[in-house]
T-cell receptor
C-alpha cells in the first residue's frame, strides 16, 4: 500500500516557466511533509518542508502548498531553471509523534526536466 | 559533501553472495536510516538505528540485517543475494528534530 503517491513520473517545462509537482497521501496521521531533490549519482537533498498547521511555505523560488482536506501537496518552482532538472521526491511523516523514531515515507519521485 | 559517508560507491557481486554496506553518519547524529531504491521505485525504508539500538523496521528482508556500532557508524549486511536485490542503497542520518541528510548511496549490482 503506497501511502505517498507521485502520479506523474516525469514533467517537462520551459526555462522561466512554472513547474508544479504534485503529491498525494493517504495516511491521515502524516503531519509533516518534505520535498527532496535528487541529481544522478548523488543522494537526495532536502529542499523544503511544511507542517500540517500551515497551508503554504515559501523559500525563494520554491513554494509548497498543502491541502489537508484533499490530502494533497504541491511544489511550485518559479521561475524554473535548467539546474532544477532532477528527480523530486515527496516525503511525509508523523513528525509530532516521531521523536527518535521519526521515519519518512517517500513517493516514487517525479523527474523534472527544464529545457533551455 | 553532505557529511554522511557511504562505502563502497559501487559493488558488483554474484547471486548467493553476501555483502556489507557501510555508513558513517554526520558528526553528532545519533539516528541512522537505511533506504533501498530499486528501478521505478521510490525510496523504501528498510531499518532505523538510534544510538546503537534498532528503533524501526520497514520492508527489510530476513536475508538483510543491520547494526550500529558504538562509534555510530552503521553496516547493512545483505546475504544470499538475488538479482532483484540490485538497487541503490542509501543511508541517512538525523540529529534532533532536523530532517534527514543522505549519503550518496551504494549502487549494488547482482549478476
Amino acid at each position: 500500500d503506497q501511502q505517498v503517491k507521485q502520479n506523474s513520473p516525469s514533467l517537462s517545462v520551459q526555462e522561466g516557466r512554472i513547474s508544479i509537482l504534485n503529491c498525494d497521501y493517504t495516511n491521515s496521521m502524516f503531519d509533516y511533509f518534505l520535498w527532496y531533490k535528487k541529481y544522478p549519482a548523488e543522494g537526495p537533498t532536502f529542499l523544503i518542508s511544511i507542517s500540517s498547521i500551515k497551508d503554504k511555505n515559501e523559500d525563494g523560488r520554491f513554494t509548497v502548498f498543502l491541502n489537508k482536506s484533499a490530502k494533497h501537496l504541491s511544489l511550485h518552482i518559479v521561475p524554473s531553471q535548467p539546474g532544477d532538472s532532477a528527480v523530486y521526491f515527496c516525503a511525509a511523516s508523523g513528525f509530532n509523534s516521531g521523536g527518535s523514531n521519526y521515519k519518512l515515507t517517500f513517493g516514487k519521485g517525479t523527474l523534472l526536466t527544464v529545457n533551455p | 559533501d553532505s557529511g554522511v559517508t557511504q562505502t563502497p560507491k559501487h559493488l558488483i557481486t554474484a547471486t548467493g553472495q553476501r555483502v556489507t554496506l557501510r555508513c558513517s553518519p554526520r558528526s553528532g547524529d545519533l539516528s541512522v536510516y537505511w533506504y533501498q531504491q530499486s528501478l521505478d521505485q521510490g525510496l523504501q525504508f528498510l531499518i532505523q538505528y538510534y544510538n546503537g539500538e534498532e528503533r524501526a523496521k520497514g520492508n527489510i528482508l530476513e536475508r538483510f540485517s543491520a547494526q550500529q556500532f558504538p562509534d555510530l557508524h552503521s553496516e547493512l549486511n545483505l546475504s544470499s543475494l538475488e538479482l532483484g536485490d540490485s538497487a541503490l542503497y542509501f543511508c541517512a542520518s538525523r540529529q534532533g528534530s532536523s530532517g534527514y541528510t543522505f549519503g550518496s548511496g551504494t549502487r549494488l549490482t547482482v549478476v
